[in-house]
């Protein structure tokens, strides 16, 4: 079966650090993989998505970024993190086929101080 | 543009049915989905409708689509306690693989 799985599950980091979240997929292959935000009081805010290694699509421009260094790796990063970063980072998977279901790993709160 | 509206709060007593409505804007939408996320935690696929559907039923929730409108809803029938969470909508827009959510419903059943 496949399982996702995000890291850290909280984060406390002070504005101007850096930043890496982690996500990895088990029992697939080939997996479209996707970063979204959820911040308090807000919807789901899509950042990244990736159909492929190394193939990163960003739909929000701002001080994130994403890498996809294995085939069921996603990795969120960003240089120095700003008080507006704050939120919970979800990490999604799907098979591929345009109308299939999200998968989604558990989160990462962070909190920027 | 792309842009999936909910209404923000919706509160029902244990029993009623619940309806959560939903407005998308990508007319080529082919599948159009409803999540539920429960406090804390990440989403979990409640039930979707294919865009050629106008109803679709699993137990006790109905889907409701109206393609003309552009007007997704979800029926949750006899409303339990456990079904309080945010509910969010969402649809894939036409010819990509990006999924769009709506900002989310929070449900609070009263008991």
């Known amino acids: 079966s496949q399982t996702i799985h995000q890291w850290p599950a909280t984060l406390v980091q002070p504005v101007g650090s850096p930043l890496s979240l982690e996500c990895t997929v088990e029992g697939t292959s080939n997996p479209n993989l996707y970063w979204y935000r959820q911040a308090a009081g807000r919807g789901l805010q899509l950042l990244f998505y990736s159909v492929g290694i190394g193939q990163i699509s960003s739909e929000v421009p701002q001080n994130l970024s994403a890498s996809r260094p294995q085939d069921r790796q996603f990795i969120l990063s960003s240089k120095k993190l700003l008080l507006s970063d704050s939120g919970f980072y979800l990490c999604?998977?799907?098979?591929?086929?345009?109308?299939?279901?999200?998968?989604f790993g558990p989160g990462t709160r962070l909190t920027v101080t | 543009g792309e842009d999936v509206e909910q209404s923000l709060f919706l509160s029902v007593r244990e029993g009623d049915s619940s309806v959560i409505n939903c407005t998308y804007t990508d007319s080529s939408s082919t599948y159009l989905y409803w999540y539920k996320q429960e406090p804390g935690a990440g989403l979990q696929l409640l039930t979707y409708i294919f865009s050629n559907m106008d109803m679709k039923q699993d137990q006790r929730l109905t889907v409701l689509l109206n393609k003309k409108d552009k007007h997704l809803s979800l029926r949750i029938a006899d409303t339990q306690t456990g079904d309080s969470a945010i509910y969010f909508c969402a649809e894939i827009v036409g010819g990509t693989y990006k999924y769009i959510f709506g900002t989310g419903t929070r449900l609070k059943v009263l008991a």
């Open positions: 999604a998977w799907s098979d591929g086929g345009r109308g299939s279901e999200q998968y």
